[in-house]
């Protein structure tokens, strides 16, 4: 299956799916102008992968520095359907990276780790300056 | 015109600007552009006030002021989880106005626009920065949006976060364009209790004024 990659721009999302690989992961700042246009395909590409029988182990890195309240929602989205997979026996691990002395991010990370009960979450840590 | 809303008003009304209006139609001949404007900046300068932007508001203004806010703020030294806080409060202001502002226009321009209006103003006040928007809404709509800002005056910080995860695992409701939790993520970042209020425009239409402190 091919990868999903969409550079990011100002206020959309890298995006870097690597589905032979099993590593997703997803970079940068996420307002967009249109959530369900730009979200839409990563769906439908991440729907696709998932749905294969191969069962592989899945990493998922959340990268994000800052995301809006629309992109939250979709956010959400792509972590159930990880945690359906994982449900259903499929390894997933996620690592949510927060820059250092960003409380609101760390506390973003609790609130979507919450109902996570098959996929594994770990939150990481990353030097200050990333990005603005 | 109420009293909060006029503290919040920026462009005033206010004596300086009601002066100038009478001393031009007493002398016509009277070279009062600059002075007119002056006295615009001079109140704005006085409040604190960094940016204001009144008119048609766009995604592509949002973009803009946003980066430009970041860059003000990075000159200043502020913290890459400052700048975030204050830039989150901004742009789901912005997204409110764009999306809920029931004075609009739209059409196409070789491609599809979509204009808003409504006001932004961000400033610093006793040490903190503050945002206000300002759009007009239907009086239909006003006691629900009402209820929603009373509901989030009245929690704490730990009521704040329970209704976001609440609310992050539910569907947006009807008529919601984006999620409905651009408003409690507003409340969420902000150091101070939110103020609004409302300033009734005639049978339809209120202006509505919502100001956060960060």
Redesign the interface.
């Known amino acids: 299956m091919d990868s999903l990659i969409i550079p990011a721009t100002?206020?959309t999302p890298g995006v870097s799916f690597d589905f032979v690989g099993g590593h997703l992961r997803m970079t940068g700042e996420s307002?967009p102008?249109d959530?369900a246009g730009f979200f839409g395909p990563v769906f439908d590409a991440l729907r696709g992968y998932l749905s294969c029988p191969d069962g592989g182990p899945i990493r998922f890195d959340m990268e994000l520095?800052?995301f809006?309240?629309?992109s939250?929602?979709a956010l959400?989205n792509i972590l159930q359907m990880l945690e359906t997979v994982a449900k259903a026996g499929r390894p997933v691990t996620l690592t949510w990276c927060v820059?250092e002395?960003?409380?609101?991010?760390r506390?973003l990370g609790e609130?979507?780790a919450?109902?996570l009960r098959h996929v594994v979450f770990r939150m990481r840590e990353i030097p200050?300056?990333?990005?603005? | 015109m109420s009293r909060l809303f006029k503290r919040l008003w920026p462009f005033g009304l206010g004596s300086e600007i009601v002066g100038v209006c009478q001393a031009l139609t007493e002398n016509p001949a009277a070279p009062m552009l600059a002075q007119q404007y002056a006295a615009i900046k001079r109140d704005l300068d006085d409040k604190g006030i960094l940016f204001s932007f009144s008119g048609y508001l766009s995604?592509g203004i949002?973009?803009s002021l946003g980066?430009a806010l970041?860059e003000k703020m990075?000159l200043e030294e502020a913290?890459?989880?400052t700048?975030?806080?204050v830039?989150?409060v901004f742009?789901?202001q912005m997204?409110n106005i764009i999306r809920y502002s029931a004075e609009k226009m739209s059409g196409r321009a070789g491609h599809p626009v979509e204009l808003s209006a409504g006001m932004v103003t961000i400033g610093m006040e006793d040490g903190k920065v503050f945002i206000v928007c300002g759009n007009t809404v239907r009086n239909g709509d006003v006691p629900r949006l009402k209820q929603r800002l009373d509901h989030l005056k009245s929690l704490d910080r730990n009521g704040i976060?329970s209704y976001?995860?609440e609310q992050?695992?539910e569907d947006?409701d009807d008529g919601s364009r984006?999620?409905t939790?651009?408003l409690?993520?507003i409340a969420?970042?902000a150091s101070d209790p939110i103020d609004y209020d409302f300033d009734a425009m005639d049978a339809d239409r209120s202006f509505f004024c919502l100001k956060v402190r960060v």
């Open positions: 100002g206020r307002y102008d959530v520095l800052y809006n309240s629309s939250a929602k959400m820059e002395n960003d409380e609101s991010m506390e609130d979507f919450e109902d200050a300056g990333g990005g603005p | 995604e949002l973009y980066e970041r990075a913290d890459g989880p700048i975030r806080r830039f989150s742009v789901e997204q976060k976001y995860r992050l695992r947006p984006g999620a939790l651009g409690i993520e969420r970042r």
